[in-house]
């Protein structure tokens, strides 16, 4: 199976901040990979597909980037309501996996 | 509106059995390979299983291999996930989901959840 990890595992920032978050495959993915965006007693969100693929409905702040096995989803300008926990995922070999997530706090 | 509505979960003894439902509306369900994806209690998402369009293929985590078995029904727009064998660590909450289209493994679509816990 296609190990995903994410770093950090959690990170504090302030509202105006860009932030970054990085997910490493233990092989090639290509660029089949996912991001989500969850919080607290909801489903996870699609924010971007196939690495840098913006979901319809998503803010642009929200970008993805990346190839292979390293990727990066970044948030140009965090916004309150970006506080939440964010996954990547592999759809490049079943089974699909996820990274263990990162959590966006408030500093 | 498109919408995925889970129900089935609940308390089960471990070695126990459950069935989980998803009802599809305002997609063409019959279009669309459908996932389930659990998230144990503080824990990250964990891909349990999916179905082709047709029912055709089904692919599972070896965890859930022999135990779990992911079906549907396109013409009652549904898809369901029979669990046996239930074990302590089955526990979690259950998403129905909608694989994107040209994407299969994405999800752009997820029900609400339902919540499967199994315990003596």
């Known amino acids: 199976d296609i190990q995903m990890t994410q770093s950090p595992s959690t990170l504090s920032a302030s509202v105006g901040d860009r932030v970054t978050i990085t997910c490493r495959a233990s092989?090639?993915?290509?660029?089949?990979l996912a991001w989500y965006q969850q919080k607290p007693g909801d489903a996870p969100k699609l924010l971007i597909y196939k690495a840098s693929s913006l979901e319809s409905g998503v803010p642009s702040r929200f970008s993805g980037s990346g190839s292979g096995t390293e990727f990066t989803l970044t948030i140009s300008s965090l916004q309150p309501d970006d506080f939440a926990t964010y996954y990547c995922q592999q759809y490049n070999s079943s089974p699909w996996t996820f990274g263990q997530g990162t959590k966006v706090e408030i500093k | 509106e498109v919408q995925l509505v889970e129900s089935g979960g609940g308390l089960v003894q471990p070695g126990g059995s459950l069935r989980l439902s998803c009802a599809a509306s305002?997609?063409?369900?019959?279009?669309?390979?459908m996932s389930w994806v659990r998230q144990a209690p503080g824990k990250g998402l964990e891909w349990v299983a999916n179905i082709k369009e047709d029912g055709s293929q089904k692919f599972y985590l070896d965890s859930v291999k022999g135990r779990f078995t992911i079906s549907r029904d396109n013409a009652k727009n549904s898809l369901y996930l029979q669990m046996n064998s239930l074990r302590a660590e089955d526990t979690a909450v259950y998403y129905c989901?909608?694989?994107?289209?040209?994407?299969?493994?994405?999800?752009?679509?997820w029900g609400q959840g339902t919540t499967v816990t199994v315990s003596s």
């Open positions: 305002g997609f063409t369900f019959s279009s669309s390979w």
């Open positions: 989901a909608r694989d994107k289209r040209q994407q299969l493994g994405s999800i752009d679509v």
């Open positions: 092989q090639s993915i290509s660029s089949w």
